[in-house]
């Protein structure tokens, strides 16, 4: 007799996913997350989190994170998230992330840990050095995804691992404690064009908020002036723009800002490539600054308007965690009664 395959997940469909509130956020953040958090607001329940537990990992100054957490939700407003449509919250709020995440320390395992590539890409020759947290980063992402019981989470290419191991920490508690179906497995939502962008002087690098050097990246908060000046001084090279995308090859800098160009104006490399083919930078380079600064100009000024009324912003917060905590905390009172813990 063939054995049947355990209930699939029955539950709503629903998407978690969050942003730390370290350094400022940039272009990269805009096009490989928070287009896509806006753009799903349409299809599933929504639920977006600044996610401040996993920003002590990296040390930040203690008396600049509130106010960077609050950036961060001033952002998801800003590029278009709804907080009447979706939630938006901060997860120290909500205490239960940190409860589920020691239960699924119990459940995961330490060669699946020490599989994972993020950490071994941060902490190189140094692993002593790093910090517990650091390591266990993933789990804790684990408990942020399944505390919902989120059945989708947007990710890029550096995740995917992490989100690997959310579904097999998931299907072993389901089986531990006889509970088959509790959680679901949850599946990538692949972040297509605009996920990947890359630094603006280094074409094989990740545009990222930890590059010393501000010329790499567009922030969000960039004046029309700086970001004229970014992509003025971007790498390129002497041949002009090539009229196809195998054209692009061997040229990561110049498909990189192809990529952008493609991404911000919602349409394909081959139709920019179309417009812009046989032309050199002289001419690409200001239409792609005048499109940067004309999509990014509103979500700034929008950024600047929340963050000076910050107890608007913190009452959004408040709000957030209240509609957060009525999902998690009966998950988390199951789990409880699951594991066996004494009630009173």
Known sequence: ??????????GPQRVFSGMQPTNGLHLGNYLGALQKFVAL?????????VVDLHAITAGPDPNELAAKTREV?????AAGVDPARSIIFVQSA???????????NCIARMGWLERMTQFKDKAGKHTERMSVGLFDYPVLQAADILLYKAT??????????????????????NNDYQAPGFFPLPEPLIQGPGARIMSLREGAKKMSKSDPSDMTRINLTDD???IMNKIKKATTDPLPLPESQEGLAGRAEVENLVGIYAAMSERSIDAVLREFGGKGFG????????????????????????????????????DGAERARAIAAPIMAEVRGRVGFWEA
């Not at 607001?41 to 989190?49: F, H, L, V």
């Not at 939700?73 to 407003?77: M, Q």
């Not at 989708?152 to 508690?173: C, N």
């Not at 509103?298 to 608007?312: C, F, K, S, Y």
């Open 73 to 77: 939700a001033a952002a998801y407003i």
């Open 283 to 318: 001419v690409f380079k200001p239409a792609l600054a005048e499109l940067l600064a004309a999509k990014l100009a509103p979500i700034a000024a929008e950024m600047r308007r929340l963050n000076a009324d910050p107890g608007a912003l913190d009452a959004i917060l408040r």
């Open 1 to 10: 007799m063939i054995d049947a395959p355990p209930p699939a997940y029955a």
């Open 152 to 173: 989708h989470v947007p990710v890029g290419e550096d995740q995917k691992q992490h989100l690997e191991l959310s579904r097999d920490i998931a299907q072993k508690f």
């Open 41 to 49: 607001q349409t299809k599933y329940e929504c639920i977006y989190c």
């Open 94 to 104: 909500v205490r239960e992330h940190s409860e589920l995440a020691w239960v699924f």
């Open 224 to 226: 029309t002036d700086a």
